[in-house]
Every structure is written in C-alpha cells, then in structure tokens.
C-alpha cells in the first residue's frame, strides 16, 4: 500500500471520529437545552419529590454507650430525575455533562444515560455503582438532576448474631410486643435535596430506638481473641458476659455468626450443661442444710462407677466439686433428690427462656426425669439427661455473686429517642434463692476449683477469679460429640462479673474444658482488666 492510500485512510477515520464527536455533543446539547414546556412541567412534577429513603430499617439498636450496634451493606446510589437534568443544565459545562455519562458507562456499559433518555425520555432513573465511581461522581455535583447518597442496608449475612436475631424478632413481631409497639410508628431517615443541594440526611427527632446493655468496644475485642489462629481449630466458641449485681448482659459473642446462636440454643434444644450444673447441686445440698460444704465422702468406695478413674481418699463437696467427682455428686443427688435440685435451678432461671425469643431462635431447654431403675438422678446430677440454653448458665454466678439473690438476665436496657431521652426502662424480676452464708460458700468453691482443681493450670492472677469446667457428651443428630465449658466470675473496679466460655465440637481425646475454654476465658479477663 502507498504511502498516500495511508494518508487518505487516516485522513477518513479522523473524520469519522470527529462526526461521532459532534453527534455525541449534538445529543447531549438536545438533552441539556430541552423545551421550554418541558421546564415547566419539570418544576410542576418534582419540586415535592427530592427526597430518599437511606435505609431498610426505621429504627437503630444501641449498646450501652449509645454506640450503633447493627452492622450495614452501604450501597452508593445515583438518582437522575429527567426533567431538571434536561431542563437545567444550561449553565453547566458541556464538559462536565460528558464526564458525567462517561463515569456511568464506563462502571457498566448498560448505564447509558443519553441512550435511556432516548428510550425512555421522561423516565426517571436509579443507579446502583461502586465507592469508587460514586467518589469520582460527587465531584460533578453541580450538575442538576443528579442526586447521589448511601443507603445504609443492614448485613443479614451475620444473620445469627443479636443484633441481627432482634431485627427478625421485632420485624415478625415474635418477641416482647412491647419493643415493637415503640418503634412501630417511626419514620425512615432519608435525604433531602429540596433545599439543599448536596442533600440534608433527616432522621425523625420522635424516632424511637432499642439501647442495650451490650458492650460493643467488648465485643469487638472478644471476637479479635477468639479470631486469632491459635483457635482455629474450633469453628464454634461462644461467649457471654453479665454484671452480676444487675443482670445486664454485656457481651453475647460468637466466633462465627453465619451459624446458629450457640448462647441462645438456636435451632437445637439446647445444650448439655455438664459439670458446671453441680454447681446448682451443691448449692440445693448446701443451702438446704441437709449437707455442709465440708461433708466428706469417699469416691473409692462408692457405689456408682461414673468416674474415669476414682478419685483417692476422703473428699468433702467442696474438694468434690474442684476435681468434678461424679461418684460424689451421684451420692449427693440420691440423698437430696431431683425436685429439690430442679426447684433451685428453675429459681435461677434455668429450663425456661432468658430473652423470649421465638423457638427457632432460643431453647428452653428441658431434662428426662430419673427412672426407677437409676437409683436416683445419677445422671442429673452430673449435669447429664439435660439441655439448657447456655445463656441461662451465667445466673448460676450471677445468683452466688449476688449474696444469692437471682436477677433475671437482661439484654434490652431502654427505649430511647434521637435525642437519646429515656422513653421506657425495663425492670428485670429479682429473687432471693440461697441464703447469704450458702452464697460466700459458693463463691470460695469456685476460687478453690480455680487455684486447686480442675482449672488450676488457666493461673488467673489479673483479677480475683473462680470457675468450674465442664465437658460434655451430646448427639448432634449423626454421632455423639464432645463440648467444653468454662463457667466462672472475676471481679474489676469493685464490680462482679459473670462469664462462660463455650467450646463447640473439641476432641473428646485429651481435650476438655479446661484446656479448650479454659485459655480463652483467662485471655478475655486479662483483656478486660487492661481496657476497662
């Protein structure tokens, strides 16, 4: 090919882009310059209607510091109302109108606003983009007709953390009807552009929102712990926490959320409390008078074989207690029987559900009455033949650190408005269960199951501490598997709190809950005792 054919095809395709060009420019100019008629009809139909909805939720869930607990999808939105963006732009440079459409199509080639206006040339329309395209948009902001903000999507992939069980509860109206009844008449926010170009974000002063008695620093710092790969072999650990004086929850924390709620049962029956459900034995026994903490009993000679390997020489329950001697805890529970046990559990709250939710979201629990051929509730009395929701464990501690007086566990603190004034608090039932002596009895049981038992090797020296450990046997649907608990106090600036650390699925072959739950629990009081 010559050298002029070369200049002559050059030549031609420089012509044809300079044509495209000015077509472009020619539509835009169509679009920008409009009819007069047009303008007016614009101002007519859109003086009223500028303002957006900037979330699927019309109310928000607070922990105790007011601090926003519901997790959010943000999504970037580009409105384009026809009319104005036609009518109004004949000031703004054809420059920028071009940048405008370019930015659109260039995130996705569908976003062809001057090929929709043809198309559709009144319609008004909404685009979804990235963070990044809506940044480089916002600079554009004088152009008229177009309207960018966020709306805020609640994340439903942590679909079984609490906050997120709430919203459920509240949307089908399952729960307290009370929580629903105050927020059912809120507005949604949204943005205004009426008066203002860049948008007036607007949230109803009479809005009314649920405030918790959640910790989220706490939270937060609790799912770093167990986040960390020294714990990756466990896929379910559960936490709660609660001030024992109050029985206000703060922390419900669980290493993975897309799962069931572990602390509250979800979708099971519940979960096998295990050992640390002597702790209500040896309360029933102590309380009762019928036996003292310094009773003594002998493994070795019992009648029942449920211990691995038996436990030597004479043991009182408090020594029974720190080694978690089944034998002994079989002995007591024939001699004080099942209803007197149960009735101290059920007056501590157990078997019967702590926040109310709907049965897909929170057990019961329940437990097999003792047969005839079982000598006693042998098996009750170790904590087994029963479920319980694991969240009702903590008002064992709560009630021992209390001076025995059992307050319900609370989670939904007050109802507060925008301006954060109280609107409703909620009282929780309290109720005296174990006399004062019993209580100070407990509590140094479980300072001598912590320094001389079976959680001796956690060595807690932060705070003042106790515990008892637990490991259970369950049938998970295919094959029995094994859990470890850790249910204990520690005590901080003069306040008692209560907490259990529960271990999903460990290998019943040289773990248990000391050694599974048991280092988790010591991490989070050393954590708590330096940032609180």
């Known amino acids: 090919m010559?050298?002029?054919?070369?200049?002559?095809?050059?030549?031609?395709?420089?012509i044809l882009f300079g044509l495209s060009i000015l077509v472009i420019i020619f539509r835009l100019a169509f679009i920008q310059l409009g009819t007069k008629s047009d303008k007016y009809v614009s101002i007519a139909t859109n003086q009223y209607n500028l303002d957006y909805r900037t979330s699927n939720l019309n109310y928000r869930i607070l922990d105790e510091n007011f601090n926003d607990l519901i997790k959010y999808n943000n999504k970037y939105i580009v409105q384009v109302k026809s009319n104005i963006f036609k009518n109004y732009n004949n000031n703004i440079e054809m420059e920028k109108i071009l940048t405008f459409t370019s930015i659109l199509k260039n995130y996705n080639k569908d976003f062809d606003l001057i090929q929709k206006?043809?198309?559709?040339?009144?319609?008004?329309?909404?685009?979804?983009?990235?963070?990044?395209?809506?940044?480089?948009?916002?600079?554009?902001?004088?152009?008229?007709?177009?309207?960018?903000?966020?709306?805020?999507?609640?994340?439903?992939?942590?679909?079984?953390?609490?906050?997120?069980?709430?919203?459920?509860?509240?949307?089908?109206?399952?729960?307290?009807?009370?929580?629903?009844?105050?927020?059912?008449?809120?507005?949604?926010?949204?943005?205004?552009?009426?008066?203002?170009?860049?948008?007036?974000?607007?949230?109803?002063?009479?809005?009314?929102?649920?405030?918790?008695?959640i910790n989220k620093e706490l939270q937060e710092g609790i799912k770093n712990i167990i986040?960390?790969?020294?714990?990756?072999?466990?896929?379910?650990?559960?936490?709660?926490?609660?001030?024992?004086?109050?029985?206000?929850?703060?922390?419900?924390?669980q290493k993975n959320e897309y799962n069931p709620n572990i602390i509250l049962g979800s979708a099971s029956l519940g979960y096998v409390p295990g050992s640390v459900f002597k702790l209500v034995v040896a309360e029933a026994a102590i309380d009762s008078g019928i036996f003292t903490s310094k009773h003594t009993f002998n493994c070795e000679n019992s009648r029942y074989n449920l211990c691995k390997n038996r436990?030597?020489?004479?043991?009182?329950?408090?020594?029974?207690?720190?080694?978690?001697?089944n034998n002994i805890f079989a002995e007591i529970g024939k001699e004080i029987g099942w209803d007197l046990i149960k009735s101290y559990a059920e007056d501590q709250g157990l078997f019967k559900k702590?926040?109310?939710?709907?049965?897909?979201?929170?057990?019961?629990?329940?437990?097999?009455?003792?047969?005839?051929?079982?000598?006693?509730?042998?098996?009750?009395?170790?904590?087994?033949?029963?479920?319980?929701?694991?969240?009702?464990?903590l008002s064992i501690t709560n009630t021992i650190l209390n001076n025995g007086v059992y307050n319900r566990l609370k989670l939904v603190d007050q109802i507060v408005n925008e301006n954060n004034e109280i609107i409703k608090e909620f009282e929780v039932d309290s109720d005296k269960v174990l006399k004062k002596d019993t209580a100070n009895?407990?509590?140094?049981?479980?300072i001598n199951t912590l320094e001389n038992g079976t959680g001796k090797n956690i060595k807690i020296n932060s705070?003042?501490?106790?515990?008892?450990?637990?490991?259970?046997?369950?049938?998970?649907?295919?094959?029995?598997?094994?859990?470890?608990w850790v249910l204990g106090y520690f005590k901080h600036r003069n306040k008692y709190y209560s907490m259990f650390v529960f271990v999903e699925n460990i290998n019943e072959e040289g773990q248990?809950?000391?050694?599974?739950?048991?280092?988790?629990?010591?991490?989070?009081?050393?954590?708590y005792s330096s940032t609180f």
């Open 2 to 14: 010559d050298k002029n054919n070369i200049r002559v095809r050059i030549r031609f395709i420089n």
């Open 117 to 213: 206006f043809q198309e559709n040339p009144g319609y008004n329309f909404k685009f979804e983009v990235d963070k990044y395209t809506y940044d480089k948009l916002k600079t554009l902001q004088d152009i008229n007709g177009v309207y960018l903000y966020e709306y805020n999507e609640f994340n439903e992939n942590e679909a079984w953390s609490i906050q997120n069980i709430l919203i459920k509860e509240i949307s089908e109206n399952s729960t307290n009807d009370e929580y629903h009844n105050y927020i059912e008449n809120n507005k949604y926010p949204k943005i205004d552009f009426n008066y203002v170009k860049n948008g007036k974000k607007v949230v109803d002063e009479d809005n009314n929102n649920l405030k918790l008695t």
């Open 227 to 253: 986040k960390d790969k020294k714990y990756d072999q466990f896929d379910g650990i559960a936490i709660a926490i609660s001030e024992a004086t109050t029985g206000e929850i703060k922390a419900l924390v």
């Open 311 to 325: 436990h030597s020489g004479t043991l009182t329950i408090e020594d029974a207690l720190a080694v978690s001697c």
């Open 354 to 393: 702590v926040l109310g939710f709907s049965d897909l979201r929170e057990a019961s629990g329940s437990y097999a009455e003792p047969k005839e051929y079982e000598d006693g509730p042998l098996f009750l009395s170790m904590g087994q033949n029963m479920l319980i929701e694991p969240l009702q464990a």
């Open 441 to 446: 009895i407990m509590k140094d049981m479980l």
């Open 463 to 484: 705070l003042e501490s106790g515990i008892k450990t637990g490991t259970t046997e369950r049938f998970d649907g295919e094959s029995l598997v094994s859990d470890g």
């Open 512 to 527: 248990f809950g000391g050694n599974t739950a048991g280092p988790i629990f010591k991490e989070i009081v050393d954590y």
